[in-house]
């Protein structure tokens, strides 16, 4: 299927819409969300960032795949292995089905730190899905930064042109539905996020 040059760029567009790269700003935490692909583009892309100093710590999120190990170890390997001390790489094992689940499961991570402010990095095709859910999970006094990493599997310019892009656009973009519909009653995330980090102060003054 051939298309016009206006057809071409309307449809990198909706590609790109869905990664977004947010500005620079001193970090207290980055965040590598969980299911990184063959060639580790979040871990390269997460310890680039450490590397400009945005942040002392790297927190690998990642699924429990057996009792003793999963996603979260592979994960700290692959930053390890791209030149990020051990001691700065926080493994956080969870069972998430989805971003929206492992959102949840950070809360109480973010709030045993006392992080007031992460950047949060996945795929380029997934960034705009993982603002939307961290902004409305994550209490607001949190600040929430996106940062994309490359996959090799997307093309945002050309997805329409390449089967494994075209069904990466088509997964997150029936991802992105998914998660407005969950999420269309989001203060009850944002006081379960809240009630987590107000349990956590509590236990400090005690």
Do not use: C
Not at 116 to 139: A, D, G, K, L, W
Not at 190 to 200: F, G, H, I, R, T
């Amino acid at each position: 299927m051939t298309h016009t040059k206006r057809e071409r760029t309307s449809l990198s567009w909706f590609g790109a819409a869905f990664g977004e790269v947010d500005g620079q700003i001193n970090l207290v935490a980055i965040l590598v969300l969980s299911d990184d692909n063959f060639f580790a583009d979040r871990a390269t892309r997460a310890s680039e960032l450490f590397r400009q100093k945005l942040a002392p710590v790297i927190v690998a999120s990642g699924r429990r795949l057996r009792p003793a190990a999963g996603i979260a170890e592979l994960m700290e390997h692959d930053l390890v292995e791209r030149g990020v001390p051990r001691e700065d790489v926080i493994r956080f094992p969870q069972d998430a089905d989805n971003t929206r689940e492992e959102a949840i499961a950070l809360v109480s991570l973010v709030a045993e730190h006392h992080w007031h402010s992460v950047i949060v990095v996945t795929s380029n095709y997934h960034t705009r899905r993982s603002r939307y859910i961290f902004e409305r999970v994550f209490p607001e006094s949190v600040n929430v930064r996106v940062a994309s990493a490359r996959d090799g599997d997307f093309d945002a310019e050309h997805w329409w042109e390449n089967r494994k892009s075209f069904k990466v656009f088509a997964s997150e973009l029936a991802g992105m539905v998914v998660a407005i519909w969950e999420l269309r009653g989001d203060s009850r995330y944002k006081s379960q996020a809240v009630a987590e980090l107000s349990v956590e102060q509590a236990q400090l003054v005690v």
